[in-house]
């Protein structure tokens, strides 16, 4: 597997194009780096191809705050502009403005 340039970057708020939720992108992978046992449970017709930036979430919907793990085909940057809820946001990230978190230690920079 050949890794692809990341589209998104750490701090961005992005929107999966499927499901209701929407996040603070903490971590990128590359490729796919979770268990196969992980990639197996997503139905075959769903699942994306390895070969692709995944992206650690802070994630929220309407009813709680989660951690979640996403490929990049299943993104988009977020269109509702507002910071997200999820408490552990705080712990890495300052300022936010345009769809975007600062990061508030320079050790978590790319």
């Not at 750490?10 to 499927?18: L, N, Q, S």
């Not at 994630?59 to 793990?69: G, I, K, L, Q, S």
Request: proline share 7%; charged share 25%; aromatic share 14%.
């Amino acid at each position: 597997m050949s890794p692809r340039m990341a589209h998104f970057s750490i701090g961005d708020v992005v929107r999966h194009k499927r499901y209701a939720f929407r996040g603070v992108i903490f971590d990128v992978d590359p490729v796919f780096a979770n268990s196969e046992e992980w990639w197996l449970s997503i139905p075959p017709d769903l699942r994306p191809t390895k070969d692709q930036p995944y992206y650690h979430l802070y994630a929220e919907n309407e009813e709680t705050t989660y951690v979640a793990y996403v490929s990049e085909q299943n993104l988009l940057s977020d269109e509702d502009g507002g910071p997200c809820r999820h408490p552990q946001i705080k712990e890495m990230f300052g300022a936010f403005g345009d769809g975007h978190y600062e990061i508030r230690d320079a050790r978590f920079a790319n």
